[in-house]
């Protein structure tokens, strides 16, 4: 019985950690339908942000942090008006958009290799504080990455609800003609999407970096569960993407149990295939057409 | 000389993967991310196969080609249904797990160690062991390969295929299964990587999971991009330059990790500079030529079998109710269609009209109510099985595949084709042509009757606005569909085509077919209609003869007020 706790518990951090990733992503996924492969890559580009402002320049790890979460949203920003515009403006099929975003996906993974290293960056004079709850253990940082998912998804609930951007997102989200023809500026909305996304990205990135460390390959499994929790989800639903990111999290670690280690990675695609099956317009999708 | 030669057998073999992700990518407009997968399930199906069970060459490629062919189609099918970006998750998904099986699954791939020890191939008492050897046997398959991909590309299928890249609504608007049509390309594809695999993996002689990674996936996405993904040329040029540049990078002293790397990193950059700056690749499409059409003799019956105009029922709807959101769209509608009559169906914006028209034909499933056509209900038909079985509709915006050719866009539309079964196109290929040539006759026969007989040969895009509504009546024709359904035939033209295409309209009708036309033109309703129905948010009003209903104050107070 204590295994199971413990492993739920993961479950649960690790749900938590997919869950914002998958935040991010579909901030982005759901109003722009731009299939953002380069997302993996900024992501670890925060953390590599992060990373450098912590050890070499050795800032304090909140202004590190800090540093991280703002090179996220610039190169989010920064990605979209460099790449994915040009693009847009001329119209091309969202096929050719993919492609590119693959491209700049494969171009930044091997530069951060080339630039960095591709050994794993540790911020070695940070400690985790280890927590028992009866039998089960955990981290300050595995703790942090549940309050992560509490605090930035009530926000960004919050705002979605209450702004105007927000609800312009929303909007969005729905029906971009729509929103073109009843006077939103989809161009301004679409870079803040990417703004707000990366940042909400970097957020769990700089947590991976604080307790694991940071690698040139961290980005893709981050877009790839990010992708997967908001098809899991739902395209198209915050809510969503967050039970399906807790949902991966929590099958995955969970099948541990049973299953070797070895297949554990394997355990989400599964499930993927699953609600496909059964739901294809994932958990929360919005209807048939 | 030897390392020379290898190159070109290495070219050979992804010269099959870009042809093979090509097909998928430029021929169907599907995108998958699993390319590396199918090649490497191909070659690890033939390894095991050719070391554990000593079976000889060919048995193992060939199991291989149909395991990965089965695969493919087991895993694309839910995300084929869903469309738009399922499709790429799962093939990535797919991807992922492939390599997790070749490494985990000790027992059969041999984990990280991969296979060795894999028997060459030997033909005729000669074992091909060298580059030279191997290397004409290479180019015969690779040569067979792009052969029967150019087939495809080159038949009646294709001919769908790029009816439902335009346009997928109207794909299956008239009568094409477009799920069927991708899984197809989708099998097909991968069983070309699976032969690219398994020739891989005879040749080499080794296996190992790390050569079936993403990466490789993603090489070859850009020998396609580079060559074009407008014809299968661009890819044998895409793959040769790519297989050759990097090998003389190698003459350029870098760290092998530092220069692993910068080569990514030069793929890459390609990729995004090529869709910037030449979106077409190295090789553009290879224009369509502008077909100079010859009428043989004389056409068929433009309108095949006719029925007599006797006015029995052929579709009848009850209670048909749909709601969007809160929004009832269309409630408690019934409607029936008979041979030989005309029904207008008119009605304010919003009324309904256009979800009518989805409801019957299964674009649309209704909340309530049914649908029945010659007695036999269409409860959970999908769009093209209603098609086949006589019903077509034609769209408001047009939704012409207007780059195809005038005579395609009718001779795509054409029931029961062989042709658009690929095994026809291998196995039969003169029944297929037989047919062609007699579809070629009704499609010029039919547009003939519509009068655009001599704009065959044009493509669609290049039309007045006035012969594209003609030709979406030809299209509807050419369904032979027994009940045609027009959402607003005539809006937007000139009087005098009016009358040009009523004569059209009232022929259908008299050689017997059922027809529905939703019009805002009361001259039209009272020119050609039988029957008038009157609809305003969702609800059938009055349904009567045009001049009494066009006469009623009430209603006229509804459709101007």
């Given at each position: 019985m204590d295994l199971v706790a413990q492993l739920f518990v993961d479950g649960v951090i690790n749900g938590s950690h997919y869950a914002l990733v998958g935040l991010g992503f579909g901030l982005?996924?759901?109003?722009?339908?731009?299939?953002?492969?380069?997302?993996?890559?900024?992501?670890?580009?925060?953390?590599?942000?992060?990373?450098?402002?912590?050890?070499?320049?050795?800032?304090?790890?909140?202004?590190?942090?800090?540093?991280?979460?703002?090179?996220?949203?610039?190169?989010?920003?920064?990605?979209?008006?460099?790449l994915y515009r040009p693009f847009e403006r001329r119209q091309s099929a969202s096929l050719v958009v993919l492609i590119a975003s693959l491209g700049l996906f494969i171009v930044l993974e091997n530069a951060i290799g080339v630039v960095f290293g591709s050994d794993t960056k540790v911020v070695a004079r940070f400690n985790a504080d280890v927590i028992l709850w009866g039998d089960v253990v955990f981290?300050?940082?595995?703790?942090?990455?549940?309050?992560?998912?509490?605090?930035?998804?009530?926000?960004?609930?919050?705002?979605?609800?209450?702004?105007?951007?927000?609800?312009?997102?929303?909007?969005?989200?729905?029906?971009?003609?729509?929103?073109?023809?009843?006077?939103?500026?989809?161009?301004?909305?679409?870079?803040?999407?990417?703004?707000?996304?990366?940042?909400?990205?970097?957020?769990?990135?700089?947590?991976?970096?604080?307790?694991?460390?940071?690698?040139?390959?961290?980005?893709?499994?981050?877009?790839?569960?990010?992708?997967?929790?908001?098809?899991?989800?739902?395209?198209?639903?915050?809510?969503?993407?967050?039970?399906?990111?807790?949902a991966l999290g929590l099958v995955e670690n969970l099948g541990a149990w049973q299953i070797p280690t070895e297949w554990q990675s394997t355990i989400a695609f599964v499930v993927l295939f699953l609600v496909l099956l059964l739901k294809p317009r994932g958990l929360f999708g919005r209807g048939a057409r | 000389m030897g390392y020379l030669l290898h190159i070109l057998v290495m070219v050979s073999l992804y010269a099959i993967l870009a042809v093979s992700f090509n097909l998928l990518i430029g021929f169907a407009g599907?995108?998958?991310?699993?390319?590396?997968?199918?090649?490497?399930?191909?070659?690890?199906?033939?390894?095991?196969?050719?070391?554990?069970l000593d079976l000889a060459f060919?048995?193992?490629?060939?199991?291989?080609?149909?395991?990965?062919?089965?695969?493919?189609?087991?895993?694309?099918?839910?995300?084929?249904?869903?469309?738009?970006?399922?499709?790429?998750?799962?093939?990535?998904?797919?991807?992922?797990?492939?390599?997790?099986?070749?490494?985990?699954?000790?027992?059969?791939?041999?984990?990280?160690?991969?296979?060795?020890?894999?028997?060459?191939?030997?033909?005729?008492?000669?074992?091909?062991?060298?580059?030279?050897?191997?290397?004409?046997?290479?180019?015969?398959?690779?040569?067979?390969?792009?052969?029967?991909?150019?087939r495809l590309a080159a038949s009646p299928f294709a001919r769908a295929v790029r009816a439902m890249r335009e346009n997928e609504l109207a794909a299956q608007a008239v009568g094409k299964n477009v799920v069927a049509i991708k899984l197809a390309v989708f099998a097909f594809s991968a069983a070309l990587a699976a032969v690219a695999g398994g020739l891989y993996a005879h040749y080499i002689g080794f296996v190992s999971a790390e050569t079936f990674t993403l990466d490789l996936t993603i090489y070859v996405l850009a020998m396609v991009i580079l060559g074009g993904t407008g014809n299968l040329w661009g890819s044998l040029l895409g793959a040769l330059i790519l297989t050759a540049l990097p090998e003389l990078l190698k003459f350029v002293a870098?760290?092998?990790?530092?220069?692993?790397?910068?080569?990514?990193?030069?793929?890459?950059?390609?990729?995004?500079?090529?869709?910037?700056?030449?979106?077409?690749?190295?090789?553009?499409?290879?224009?369509?030529?502008?077909?100079r059409v010859v009428v043989e003799g004389h056409g068929p019956a433009p309108l095949g079998a006719t029925a007599p105009a006797d006015g029995t029922v052929v579709v009848e709807?009850?209670?048909?109710?749909?709601?969007?959101?809160?929004?009832?769209?269309?409630s408690g509608l019934d409607i029936e269609l008979r041979r030989g009559r005309i029904v207008g169906l008119i009605g304010p914006n919003g009324a309904g009209k256009t979800t009518a028209f989805n409801l019957l034909t299964g674009f649309l499933r209704p909340d309530a109510g049914s649908v029945t056509l010659n007695g036999v209900?269409?409860?959970?038909?999908?769009?093209?099985?209603?098609?086949?079985?006589?019903?077509?509709?034609?769209?408001?915006?047009?939704?012409?595949?207007?780059?195809?050719?005038?005579?395609?866009?009718?001779?795509?539309?054409?029931?029961?084709?062989?042709?658009?079964?690929?095994?026809y196109v291998y196995l039969a290929p003169w029944v297929v042509a037989a047919e062609e040539r007699a579809n070629r006759q009704r499609a010029l026969a039919i547009l003939d009757f519509v009068g655009l007989g001599e704009r065959a040969g044009d493509t669609a895009e290049n039309l007045s606005y006035a012969e594209e509504k003609l030709l979406v009546i030809a299209r509807l024709v050419a369904t032979g569909a027994e009940v045609l359904l027009f959402d607003e035939p005539l809006s937007g033209l000139a009087p005098n085509t009016l009358e040009a295409i009523f004569p059209i309209i009232r022929r259908l009708a008299e050689s017997g077919k059922a027809i529905c036309i939703i019009e805002h033109n009361l001259d039209v309703i009272r020119g050609l209609c039988h029957t008038a129905v009157f609809l305003d948010e969702g609800r059938k009003l009055v349904e009567d003869a045009p001049e009494k209903l066009i006469a009623d104050p009430a209603l006229a107070a509804r459709y101007f007020g």
């Open positions: 982005i996924f759901g109003p722009t339908r731009i299939t953002h492969f380069a997302f993996g890559p900024l992501y670890a580009l925060a953390a590599y942000a992060c990373w450098t402002a912590a050890v070499p320049l050795n800032l304090p790890l909140p202004v590190a942090a800090a540093v991280g979460v703002a090179a996220g949203a610039v190169s989010g920003v920064v990605t979209y008006r460099v981290t300050s940082v595995q703790a942090w990455q549940v309050a992560a998912l509490v605090v930035i998804g009530t926000l960004l609930a919050l705002f979605l609800r209450y702004s105007d951007y927000g609800k312009a997102i929303v909007a969005m989200t729905d029906n971009p003609e729509m929103a073109r023809i009843v006077g939103i500026d989809t161009v301004r909305l679409t870079t803040l999407v990417f703004a707000l996304g990366s940042a909400i990205a970097a957020v769990p990135a700089v947590l991976i970096l604080l307790k694991e460390g940071a690698t040139p390959y961290m980005g893709f499994s981050a877009v790839f569960m990010g992708f997967v929790a908001v098809i899991v989800g739902g395209i198209g639903s915050l809510r969503g993407a967050v039970i399906g990111g807790l | 599907l995108f998958a991310l699993s390319q590396a997968a199918f090649f490497g399930v191909g070659a690890y199906t033939t390894a095991i196969l050719a070391t554990k060919p048995l193992p490629l060939l199991a291989g080609v149909l395991l990965t062919a089965g695969l493919g189609i087991l895993v694309a099918l839910p995300a084929l249904r869903i469309g738009g970006d399922h499709l790429v998750v799962v093939t990535l998904a797919l991807q992922i797990i492939a390599v997790a099986v070749m490494v985990n699954w000790r027992s059969v791939t041999g984990g990280t160690d991969g296979i060795a020890g894999i028997p060459k191939i030997v033909l005729w008492g000669t074992a091909l062991d060298s580059p030279a050897r191997f290397l004409p046997f290479a180019l015969a398959v690779a040569a067979a390969s792009v052969a029967l991909a150019w870098l760290a092998p990790d530092i220069a692993d790397k910068s080569r990514q990193i030069l793929y890459g950059l390609a990729l995004i500079a090529i869709l910037l700056l030449r979106p077409q690749g190295l090789v553009g499409e290879i224009p369509t030529r502008r077909r709807g009850r209670g048909l109710m749909r709601r969007f959101g809160g929004i009832v769209a269309v209900p269409l409860a959970g038909a999908r769009p093209h099985q209603i098609v086949r079985r006589g019903m077509a509709r034609s769209f408001q915006d047009l939704k012409l595949f207007s780059r195809m050719t005038v005579l395609d866009n009718v001779m795509v539309a054409l029931p029961r084709q062989k042709g658009d079964n690929p095994l």
